[in-house]
């Protein structure tokens, strides 16, 4: 069975900093793209970063130069390193698994940015 468990997320100042973890199990992780997504309150779900199996990485505008996503296999665990945060970053993150056409989502974390 594939479980994705996400961690790591919190209330907290703006311009603080979370580290958010997503910790697979019953999947090959190192074979799989990983990803972070986020859900504002009634906003669609977007994608926040990917890193590939290779350890590629992008990263969404509206993130980059304060989030980094990296990946440690040995682990299989996949992080969100997320800096400088802003009010307009609460949503709730999810982690997800890509593996051809196979997609795994977590169940999520919160995450609280106060002004």
């Known amino acids: 069975q594939v479980r994705l468990l996400e961690s790591g997320g919190g209330l907290v100042q703006a311009g603080g900093s979370l580290r958010l973890s997503c910790a697979a199990s019953?999947?090959?992780?190192?074979?799989?793209?990983m990803a972070w997504y986020r859900q504002a309150p009634g906003k669609q779900r977007e994608l926040v970063a990917t890193i590939s199996s290779g350890g590629g990485t992008n990263c969404a505008d509206a993130v980059k130069g304060r989030f980094t996503i990296s990946r440690d296999n040995a682990k299989n665990t996949m992080y969100l390193q997320m800096n400088s945060l802003k009010p307009e970053d609460t949503a709730v993150y999810y982690c997800?698994?890509?593996?051809?056409?196979?997609?795994?989502w977590g169940q999520g974390t919160q995450v609280t940015v106060s002004s």
């Open positions: 997800k698994a890509i593996y051809g056409n196979r997609n795994y």
């Open positions: 019953g999947i090959i992780f190192s074979a799989n793209t």
